[in-house]
């Protein structure tokens, strides 16, 4: 296995798609205030992420002379693993709270 390519593509994957869905959430749904914004405008910030692991798998692929089934798999697993643990760990590091992508519904007074 090649681990250093297998590594280095998934850390910058994950750092490519979590910057994106940051930039995305800010320039599309900060307009809208966040919890009003249209569902569509919620899960078009997801596809940065899953664009940019889909590209290191594949780019992983092309890269390696043998089983390259398995390091494309796990080039996808570790960078999966790593722009969620990013997507957790921002906003509490920050203090800031996490964008919220569904909103939940309002209460009602009883």
Same mark, same amino acid.
């Given at each position: 296995m090649r681990w250093k390519l297998l590594i280095?593509?998934?850390l910058l994957s994950a750092a490519a798609g979590v910057g994106a869905f940051y930039a995305a959430w800010?320039? #599309?749904? %900060?307009?809208?205030?966040g919890s009003e914004a249209p569902l569509w405008a919620a899960l078009l910030?997801? *596809?940065? @992420?899953l664009g940019a692991i889909a590209y290191a798998a594949v780019?992983?692929?092309?890269?390696?002379?043998?089983?390259?089934p #398995?390091? %494309?798999a796990a080039t996808a697993?570790?960078?999966s693993l790593i722009t969620?643990?990013?997507?957790? *760990?921002? @906003?509490?590091?920050t203090g800031r709270p996490a964008p919220e992508l569904l909103p939940s519904p309002p209460a009602r007074n009883t």
């Open positions: 280095a593509a998934s800010h320039f #599309l749904l %900060a307009p809208w205030g910030t997801l *596809l940065a @992420p780019f992983v692929y092309r890269h390696t002379p043998r089983r390259r #398995l390091q %494309a697993l570790l960078a969620l643990a990013a997507l957790t *760990l921002v @906003p509490i590091l």
